[in-house]
């Protein structure tokens, strides 16, 4: 593409991607500083000193600081734990670790917290009911709607990003520097803190503090397990502020979540920071490299055993609690009579309750349809990116991950003050909007790495034989770029199913949402109708990953 037409098409981005991303974190400031959304522009300070004055502020950050510390622990020490395993012993059916890593970021946050809350809560949780029936206790053992309760379920659904990190740092790791510290005279628990653990930090840190900015946006587990159990943290503090009660207050929502929204934007900073500077621990250069695995031993078969019951913790028992839920009258041990009394009825509910019904209709226009839009934009934004090299596509790759950082309840508050301005208030094309905006750097990841793989003398070629840009981009470009559009249209429409965080601030009644309803019926109590919508949400995530699979596979044997 000639210079000219890339520059008109760099800045057109930027101008879109600008208003997708800056606007919200504008408009959030500026409501920050006014009165009301009836309001805008009568600024005042009141709004702070009120949010800052709340004498139950204190209590909610130090929840929030332990929540977001412990959870980013259990999942980091588990990454790294998992990672050891897979990449330098011998322990067997390594591809479970594969599973680890895919297989649960595609359950809903929120259903996760749910089956949890099935199997945990004290008064009729499955497991606490089969402990208080085998031991005959008068009270459940167990609390899920507790700091711990929060803290596993969180720690649980943020382990597999942690390991996608750990695991690859690890793979590459030249174990001839160990070696060297063992014929030295070190134990192996001496090479591992003061060899193994430093030369791995950076990859160690990056997935700490990106646990940190996972819990800080965290909903779908404050909300399920923390409000019931009276823990509140800065996410439900804000919902409660915006959902709950009859004097919503967005002015001081947007005040609070000024100071969440700084605190993500510094941490992705650092952890960008981190990742940059990877190349200083580097320990695989042009000499000979060899890998070495530990032979476990003894070990073997328990620490197998270990990972197969945390595989069917993250993947099986979620999905098989629904499922269960779903079809008993109420809260029951499974047992021959618990199956006996197995019926349709919660199904039959839900799919004649007219607002699931919308709810379904909702998150399938907005999956097919937001992601479709979110993957065109994301490859013309990948596409300067990566073969654009001026100064205006660096500030467009900026603007395209600033949303990263964004927590999902704060960036909602920021676009209700947007939106609230415009026709699109109350209506699915706010919802569509916020979505793409949030999520854009999902597409767009996917997509730059897909181009960096196509040659540009490809490109040259075909305009040198005469074909224009267009007819380039798509009889040259496009066809191999179908595995990267595969990928991101996947995972863009499988995070718009389930999307709840940005979904409680701006959907209305009329856009109500999948996720929505789910948290709707967790709130109530109708645990048997939240799992029948639940399995629905994973159908339907599973069925549109199926569905762009095959597409993509067509269009490579075309």
């Not at 600008?18 to 522009?41: D, I, Q, R």
């Amino acid at each position: 593409m000639n210079q000219p037409r890339a520059a008109k098409l760099t800045w057109l981005l930027i101008a879109i991607v600008g208003a997708l991303t800056v606007f919200p974190v504008l408009m959030l400031v500026l409501g920050s500083f006014s009165e009301g959304l009836t309001a805008f522009g009568v600024f005042t300070l009141d709004k702070y000193v009120d949010a800052y004055t709340d004498p139950a502020l204190a209590e909610v950050m130090l929840n929030t600081v332990i929540f977001v510390i412990g959870a980013s622990v259990l999942s980091t020490v588990l990454a790294v734990f998992l990672a050891y395993l897979n990449t330098r012993t011998d322990i067997p059916f390594k591809f479970l670790f594969g599973i680890l890593s895919v297989i649960p970021m595609m359950i809903p946050h929120l259903l996760f917290s749910v089956s949890w809350a099935l199997l945990l809560n004290p008064s009729n949780g499955l497991l606490n009911l089969g402990l208080k029936e085998v031991f005959g206790l008068e009270e459940a053992p167990l609390d899920i709607y507790s700091m711990w309760g929060m803290i596993l379920v969180e720690g649980l659904l943020d382990m597999p990003i942690a390991y996608l990190i750990i695991a690859p740092a690890m793979a590459s790791f030249d174990v001839a520097l160990e070696e060297s510290s063992r014929v030295s005279g070190a134990s192996a628990w001496k090479t591992l803190f003061r060899i193994t653990l430093p030369v791995l930090r950076p990859a160690i840190l990056a997935a700490f503090i990106l646990g940190i900015v996972r819990s800080l946006a965290s909903f779908a587990v404050p909300s399920v397990i923390g409000m019931p159990g009276r823990v509140p943290v800065l996410a439900t503090h804000l919902y409660e502020m915006i959902a709950t009660g009859f004097a919503t207050d967005y002015g001081k929502a947007a005040a609070v979540g000024m100071s969440v929204l700084a605190a993500s934007v510094t941490l992705i900073v650092v952890y960008r920071a981190l990742t940059a500077e990877s190349e200083k621990f580097v320990t695989i250069a042009g000499r000979g490299f060899k890998t070495t695995v530990i032979e476990l031993g003894a070990a073997r078969m328990p620490l197998f055993a270990l990972v197969g019951v945390l595989s069917f913790v993250l993947i099986v028992l979620p999905v098989a609690v629904l499922a269960y839920t779903s079809f008993m009258p109420y809260s029951m041990v499974p047992s021959a009579r618990a199956f006996s009394m197995m019926t349709l009825k919660h199904w039959r509910d839900v799919l004649g309750d007219p607002i699931s019904i919308l709810a379904l209709k909702n998150s399938l226009f907005l999956a097919v349809v937001g992601a479709t839009l979110g993957v065109v934009l994301s490859v013309f934004v990948a596409y300067v990116i990566v073969k654009v090299k001026t100064r205006a596509a660096g500030i467009l790759d900026s603007l395209s991950y600033l949303s990263f950082s964004f927590p999902g309840i704060v960036i909602g508050v920021g676009f209700m003050w947007f939106f609230v301005q415009t026709p699109l208030y109350s209506t699915i094309w706010a919802l569509l909007l916020g979505y793409i905006a949030t999520y854009l750097p999902y597409g767009i990841r996917p997509m730059s790495s897909a181009f960096v793989q196509i040659h540009s003398h490809l490109e040259e070629s075909s305009l040198v034989c005469g074909a224009s840009p267009l007819t380039t981009l798509k009889r040259i470009i496009v066809p191999l770029l179908i595995p990267g559009i595969v990928s991101g249209w996947i995972l863009l429409a499988s995070m718009f199913v389930r999307e709840l965080t940005l979904s409680v601030v701006l959907s209305r009644p009329g856009t109500e949402v999948l996720a929505v309803q789910i948290l709707r019926f967790s709130e109530d109590g109708l645990w048997g109708k939240l799992s029948a919508l639940g399995i629905v949400m994973i159908a339907i995530t599973t069925a549109l990953v199926v569905l762009a699979t095959w597409v993509g596979s067509r269009f490579k044997t075309a």
